[in-house]
């Protein structure tokens, strides 16, 4: 008998009519109305029935008891680890906020720090470059001093080029006078001479395909005239390429 009601149970659609004809059948070998049938025998298959039905039905509710009980100490657990994260989170949200706060901070004092370095530092530099070029330029007024010779040196040519700029353009506003036309002369044409040669030191590495020394020729010749001749060249030198 439990096994009949069990099978029935497990079926995919229970019906409970079935499972009383089955219980009939099974209980009066299918014949109800043979004179040998017997009522009250029919009756305690039934009750047997309905018996193993509610010690199912016990089992089922104990199980569901369980399992409702599992799932709400799954979802405590879940619930828990839910809010670690979510505090752990907001520490980190926190700790990121104020990690950019100082970044920030730091940032804005190194720009301030930089423009106050800055701003000490292009007078002072002004002020050098400005002894400098006062230095040479009595050094060339002194007609006894051949201070270009040192401008013929190949070897100090960038530090040449740096000289030679600002002590020619002072000169361009001396007058043309006996004590200064022979310093005039000799600085302008270390002038040429180092311009020239800074132009061929340039083109040498553009045969070399040396483009850092490429760049630092050019950045020297930028103060010179002759810086749109070099760039006209070097135009003219890439586009040979293609016709």
Same mark, same amino acid.
């Not at 004092?109 to 002004?126: A, D, M, T, W, Y």
């Given at each position: ?133 006062? @230095?040479?330029? %009595? =050094?060339? /007024? ?6 270009? !010779?040192? &401008?013929?040196? $190949? ?30 002369? @000799?600085?302008? %044409? =270390?002038? /040429? ?6 132009? !061929?030191? &340039?083109?040498? $590495? ?38």
């Amino acid at each position: 008998m439990e096994e009949l009601v069990l099978a029935n149970l497990d079926s995919t659609v229970f019906d409970v009519d079935n499972l009383i004809e089955n219980i009939a059948y099974k209980s009066t070998d299918g014949n109800v109305v043979n004179e040998n049938f017997d009522p009250n025998l029919l009756e305690s298959k039934f009750r047997q029935a309905m018996s193993i039905l509610q010690d199912y039905q016990v089992q089922t509710e104990q199980n569901i008891k369980q399992l409702e009980e599992a799932c709400e100490k799954e979802r405590n657990t879940w619930a828990n680890s839910v809010a670690q994260l979510e505090e752990l989170y907001q520490s980190t949200y926190t700790g990121q906020q104020e990690l950019e706060m100082r970044i920030s901070v730091i940032s804005t004092k190194v720009i301030q720090i930089g423009h106050q370095l800055e701003s000490k530092s292009n007078p002072r530099q002004q002020l050098i470059d400005a002894r400098t070029t006062a @230095k040479y330029l %009595e =050094r060339f /007024l002194d007609a006894n001093d051949d201070v270009s !010779l040192m &401008f013929q040196d $190949a070897s100090k040519l960038e530090q040449a080029a740096h000289i030679i700029h600002p002590l020619y353009n002072v000169l361009q506003e001396l007058p043309d006078e006996p004590k200064f036309l022979d310093a005039k002369t @000799k600085v302008k %044409e =270390r002038y /040429l001479a180092i311009e020239e040669e800074l132009l !061929l030191e &340039f083109s040498r $590495a553009q045969v070399r395909n040396d483009k850092k020394a490429m760049k630092k020729y050019i950045k020297l010749l930028s103060k010179f005239k002759g810086h749109n001749d070099c760039i006209q060249n070097f135009i003219t030198d890439c586009l040979k390429i293609f016709f």
